[in-house]
């Protein structure tokens, strides 16, 4: 399925505000060129996928001021979905209680996310990107990650982990690679990363932590590294 050179803009739904894809297992999903602008829904602003076997491809693409009372305010790619690739696209202003620009859980194999930048998007736990896979590996290159914040966006009092990104107690395999964090903020811990009692390997290098704030560290960890 190919979606190409549309405009998502103030769409209302309970799950994927724009776009929502379940139970689709004939073929590639490839978003190229699209702009997904001021949707809302409990899950997935801009788009949600789940039991999408064949995996997805977004190219090209802005997701801007979406936003979710739950998790994912730009999408949310969910349980029993394939291999996904992410690249050159734009998260703007994105909000949601967990993973303002991206949720991802349970994704069913190896995936990246390239050429990105993540900018000023909100959530209670990670303001670029919340992570909640197991057993995969995930590249992360290339990308950057400005002024993002964690914090509780209710009212604005306790919680908020993970500015830039949230990764929770997953067996997964990271690399991070040639990345900016840059003015990101948590109210508590990890104002650029925040690892939760991750059991796997992270692998960071060439890459840029500057002026980011936090009460816990620009980076903090509860796992190995």
């Known amino acids: 399925m190919n979606i190409t050179s549309n405009t998502f803009t103030n769409n ?12 689709y297992g004939h073929d590639y999903l490839h978003i190229y060129d699209c702009i997904f602008d001021s949707n ?12 999408y076997n064949e995996g997805v491809v ?34 703007i ?4 209680s967990q993973g303002g620009g991206i949720y991802t859980v349970e994704i069913m194999y190896s995936s990246e996310i390239r ?6 998007n909100i959530a209670n736990s990670g303001g670029g990107i919340y992570f909640n ?10 990308s950057q990650f400005i002024r993002n914040s964690a914090i509780n966006i209710v009212d604005g009092v306790g919680g908020g982990t993970g500015g ?4 929770h107690d997953s067996n997964i395999n990271l690399e991070f690679s040639n990345l900016l964090f840059h003015e990101n903020n948590a109210q508590s811990d990890g104002g650029a990363v925040y690892i ?20 816990g560290g620009a980076f903090c960890s509860g796992g190995k590294y």
């Open 196 to 215: 939760h009692d991750m059991n796997s390997l992270l692998d960071i290098h060439d890459t840029i932590f500057s002026s980011n704030s936090a009460t």
């Open 40 to 51: 809302t829904a409990t899950d997935g602003g801009g788009l949600v996928t789940y039991s």
């Open 12 to 23: 209302t739904a309970t799950n994927g505000g724009a776009i929502l894809l379940v139970n």
């Open 58 to 91: 977004i190219s090209n693409t802005t997701f801007m001021y979406n936003s979710v009372v739950s998790q994912g305010g730009g999408m949310y790619i969910g349980p029993n979905s394939g291999a996904w690739s992410i690249v050159n696209t734009s998260f």
């Open 115 to 120: 050429d990105c930048i993540f900018l000023d």
């Open 133 to 142: 896979d197991k057993s995969i590996s995930i590249l992360l290159a290339n």
């Open 93 to 96: 202003g994105n909000t949601a």
């Open 164 to 167: 830039g990104v949230y990764i």
